[in-house]
């Protein structure tokens, strides 16, 4: 009965590298859900939004090691001001290009220039960067290990930072929403923009605001998948674009909470599919578990059903 101890080991193991990529998915899913809840629109850009934030992440890492820095802490600290920054203008301009200029259109009208803006980031990404795959050397080296039977449970010392960066960034975005002025802003305009408008609140202004979040949740992921994966290319944006949204939609699509849950959900059965069964069919598994959902729960696990006002 040698079976079960090596099934435990590859049931935790593929446990946690659910857990680190489903808190990447949850990042960038939150970026989703905040447009969603503000306007009630998509933005099929934010994945290559997540994109081009890889690439800059790149970007800053050499130069800081150019300049001569090469210490962990200060080379991923300068790399994430610097990757979030340049990220958020990203964001703040698809808003201003692709979504204010058609407020007052109709709802098609923004969702076909969002997917024009997202075709025109990657062929950008491909025509300045080079159709090749990229990669950055790894940045953090070592691993806590378990040994379970007859196989070994490893935790990389870069899963466990990107799991602690990924909450913090949740923690720190809960805080802002919840407890600051932009916070009760952003909630004010989710509710009744008109209303808020009417009371003083520049929605336009919030609006731009929850773009320029959301770009600075894509950028942490970008810099965390990077950190782990090492390599990318101009076309990353649209798989795991779509894998956050589902994530968004599963964990009930305007609920921040339920972002990070369905990204969770989202990467932990990705994983476990892959170790137990097969990886060619995980995606088909994903979106089956998304379906199965939504059949029984239309709104997401946290999310609530909207009622019409009369």
């Given amino acids: 009965?040698?079976?079960?101890?090596?099934?435990?080991?590859i049931f935790l193991q593929q446990m946690i590298n659910g857990l680190t990529l489903g808190s990447v998915?949850?990042?960038i899913a939150i970026g989703y859900t905040m447009v969603y809840g503000i306007i009630g629109m998509i933005n099929f850009a934010h994945g290559e939004v997540y994109m081009v934030s890889a690439y800059l992440s790149a970007i800053g890492l050499a130069l800081l090691a150019f300049f001569g820095l090469h210490s962990f802490p200060l080379l991923i600290l300068g790399t994430l001001i610097f990757t979030i920054f340049v990220t958020g203008v990203y964001g703040w301009a698809i808003e201003r290009i692709a979504y204010k200029p058609l407020r007052n259109s109709t709802?098609?009208?923004p969702l076909i220039?969002?997917?024009?803006?997202?075709l025109i980031l990657q062929n950008y990404v491909q025509l300045s960067q080079g159709p090749r795959q990229q990669g950055v050397p790894t940045l953090l080296e070592g691993a806590f290990k378990l040994h379970i039977g007859d196989g070994w449970v490893q935790l990389t010392y870069t899963k466990l930072f990107i799991l602690l960066a990924s909450f913090a960034g949740m923690a720190v975005l809960t805080y802002v929403i919840q407890y600051t002025k932009l916070g009760r802003m952003c909630r004010a305009t989710q509710q009744d923009r008109k209303m808020a408008s009417i009371l003083g609140i520049n929605t336009d202004r919030v609006i731009s605001y929850v773009f320029v979040i959301g770009a600075a949740m894509a950028a942490l992921a970008g810099v965390l998948i990077t950190m782990n994966y090492g390599t990318f290319d101009f076309y990353a944006g649209f798989i795991i674009g779509i894998k956050a949204f589902t994530a968004a939609v599963l964990g009930g699509i305007g609920s921040l909470p339920g972002a990070m849950l369905g990204g969770l959900i989202l990467g932990v059965a990705e994983a476990q599919f892959s170790g137990m069964v097969n990886t060619d069919y995980k995606d088909v598994f994903a979106f089956g578990l998304l379906v199965t959902i939504l059949i029984f729960r239309p709104q997401g696990l946290l999310g609530r059903p909207q009622v019409s006002k009369v």
Avoid at 4 to 9: C, E, L, M, S, T
Avoid at 113 to 118: E, L, T
């Fill in 1 to 9: 009965m040698r079976e079960y101890p090596i099934v435990d080991g």
């Fill in 113 to 118: 220039s969002a997917i024009g803006m997202s």
């Fill in 107 to 109: 709802r098609l009208a």
């Fill in 25 to 27: 998915y949850g990042l």
